[in-house]
């Protein structure tokens, strides 16, 4: 059995074929980082057209390193939400077209569903139940995971989503978009007790998050300092560390909460070393497990929808001939 994916949410096209029983056996992803850098950020119009220009090529490209043909495929997972809705109906379109000529069911795959279940792509995957974080350029949310399909949000962002703070921090910094691995680079020569920047909420018994006065500190040392090319890589790192000491301390929270100790940590944020480092401290120190996705699926990816396409196929949630793409769609609405 095997799923084809694709992925089309944002500034990524990507696309992959996933088997049964082998995994995952081809992929390929274009990037537009480059093309939407010259903005300072993602312009919609731009990210739709190029998928219309890449979404076809790449799945030319993965039929061919799998050495298949398209009837080969029996079914196409597509991202249909959360996301830009040109961009989503891209791929919804590409994918029931695929799906209705060749005769095969097509699933509705939900985007952080993808991402979440990213891990389950490596060799050694986490076994339900599991508290799941996810920390992305649009998201920023903790999850109890019960089984494929059934979540609960234990807490999200109330205002900017993690990466947005990194962006929005970097780019007070000077970098260039995108500034979240750009803003990793620098703060690894920084001091982490340079500034005392504040851990958001973490004084409230909840799961929730905000990161818009973490930034406004940033702003306001930018503003305060005399040689800023000098301080820039302490502000970096002490910017990091508040982050990561927030989400240790909302992680810990929610698997308490849960009365689970397995941690899975996915989205593009994912990706820093800071974080994953203290998260994993985290983990070690409980007794517990903790997995993260390769870095390469860490972001937007045609591998993760395969998979959580294949998952649901395999439930036999196929999506109607009608395209219906969700710009905002929760996932407790699965």
């Known amino acids: 059995m095997r799923i084809l994916g694709i992925e089309s949410s944002c500034d990524e096209t990507g696309v992959a ?25 993602v312009v919609p119009e731009l990210a739709s057209r190029d998928h219309i220009k890449r979404v076809i090529p790449l799945i030319e490209d993965v039929l061919k390193k799998a050495n298949m043909v398209k009837e080969d495929l029996d079914g196409i997972a597509y ?34 569903e993808g991402h979440l279940l990213a891990p389950m792509l490596e060799d050694n995957p986490p ?28 807490g999200q962002s109330l205002d900017d989503a993690l990466g947005e703070a990194f962006d929005k921090s970097a780019k007070l910094l000077g970098l260039n978009y995108p500034g979240g691995p750009l803003l990793e680079k620098l703060a690894k020569d920084g001091d982490e007790n340079a500034y005392k920047f504040p851990r958001p909420m973490t004084d409230r018994d909840n ?4 990161f818009a006065g973490l930034k406004t500190a940033v702003l306001n040392v930018v503003h305060q300092s005399t040689d800023l090319e000098k301080d820039k890589a302490n502000i970096a790192k002490c910017f990091t560390k508040a982050v990561a000491d927030t ?43 903790i997995f993260f996705a390769r870095r390469e699926f860490c972001t937007d990816n045609g591998a993760m929808i395969a998979k959580a396409g294949m998952m649901r196929f395999l439930a036999n949630e196929i999506a109607p001939l009608d395209v219906v793409v969700h710009p905002r769609w929760s996932l407790t609405d699965l």
């Open 17 to 41: 074929i996933y088997d049964e029983k082998e995994g995952l056996i081809a992929h390929s992803l274009h990037t537009q980082i480059a093309m939407h850098a010259e903005y300072g950020g």
């Open 79 to 112: 991202t249909a939400g959360p996301g830009l809705i040109g961009a989503l109906l891209v791929g919804a379109m590409e994918a029931r077209s695929l799906a209705y000529a060749l005769n095969i069911p097509a699933i509705a795959v939900h985007h952080m």
């Open 127 to 154: 076994k339900f139940p599991f508290v799941a974080l996810l920390i992305s350029g649009g998201h920023t949310m903790l999850i109890e995971v019960s089984k494929p399909g059934k979540y609960k949000i234990l």
């Open 207 to 210: 799961c929730d998050f905000s």
């Open 247 to 289: 989400l240790v301390n909302k992680c810990t929270r929610a698997l308490n909460k849960s009365n689970l100790n397995t941690l899975v940590v996915a989205g593009g944020v994912s990706a820093n070393t800071d974080i994953r480092s203290a998260l994993t401290s985290l983990m070690q120190k409980r007794g517990g497990e």
